[in-house]
């Protein structure tokens, strides 16, 4: 077996059995987790608040630059 499919496919009958061994072993990158879990649960919940605005934001640009490309072009039609 080549290194890469061992990286792609690792073996489980190797895997640790501590879960965050597990998971780091898996290729889990933890560092986000340990981030977050220095925040307070009101930290993470603003943060998790702005997420959610600037998806939301992004959602409705996104719809309305759709609605222009499929809408007529008035600027034409009126010529």
């Not at 889990?28 to 608040?49: A, C, G, I, Q, Y």
């Amino acid at each position: 077996m080549s290194q890469l499919e061992e990286v792609l496919s690792p073996d489980p009958a190797t895997a640790p059995t501590d879960p965050i061994e597990r998971a780091v072993w898996y290729g889990v990158d933890l560092t986000l987790l340990k981030e977050n879990l220095r925040r307070t649960p009101t930290e993470r919940l603003e943060r998790h608040e702005h997420a959610l605005v600037a998806a939301e934001a992004i959602r409705k640009a996104a719809r309305e630059r759709r609605i222009r490309k499929t809408a007529p072009d008035t600027a034409q039609s009126q010529s």
